[in-house]
């Protein structure tokens, strides 16, 4: 009888990235999966045309085919083999997705069913300015900055950790205003964090 081989399946892909998608299953010398060599019931003859389907897709990503979405219908394992799938990543902040999928036979009979884990690796992306408004003050006047004002957000970071910096020089003649933390009373701030503005 014709054996197949697949090995552990795992694929990383970048954060918001795609990669394609690699499953080895191949003609070999042995049937197993992750966890040891199983002894299925039935092992195809060889010629036997085999399709793959998928029964659980991504939940954080998509399986692509030539660029559009994977159709639903079984498709030959020669697609599998030939790296034509792609996983495109969702940009969420998930760091593991999973596919399910089984290989059949034209009969359907079912060889196997496995699971690929995807890895996504995370890119530190610079926070995202959602509030930035105008601040207009009359002379020698004072306003609080709130999060309304001045809001930023970072899905890798707390609010302790996005730092606003004051690059005008406060301390100049022609600075016409600056900045200071309403805890420290009096003190000139060149730094704060959106945690400063939001409470």
Do not use: C
Not at 37 to 55: C, K, R
């Amino acid at each position: 009888p014709q054996w197949l081989h697949i090995p552990a399946q795992t694929l990383p892909v970048l954060e918001g990235e795609s990669a394609v998608f690699r499953v080895n299953v191949a003609q070999g010398t042995n049937y197993r999966l992750a966890n040891g060599t199983l002894s299925g019931p039935y092992l195809p003859a060889a010629g036997t045309h085999i399709s793959v389907e998928v029964i659980s897709p991504p939940q954080y990503g998509q399986l692509q085919l030539a660029g559009q979405p994977l159709p639903d219908d079984p498709l030959p394992l020669t697609e599998l083999q030939g790296n034509n799938i792609r996983y495109i990543h969702d940009s969420s902040e998930e760091m593991r997705d999973y596919v399910t999928m089984r290989l059949v036979t034209e009969q359907t009979l079912v060889l196997t069913t496995l699971t690929v884990q995807i890895d996504v690796q995370p890119v530190d992306d610079a926070p995202q300015l959602v509030n930035v408004s105008k601040l207009v003050l009359a002379a020698g006047s004072k306003l609080l900055v709130t999060s309304s004002m001045l809001g930023a957000v970072d899905a890798d970071s707390s609010q302790k950790d996005i730092v606003y910096h004051v690059l005008t020089d406060m301390d100049s003649v022609a600075a016409p205003g600056y900045f200071k933390h309403r805890d420290i009373s009096g003190k000139r701030v060149t730094m704060f964090t959106q945690h400063d503005v939001s409470t």
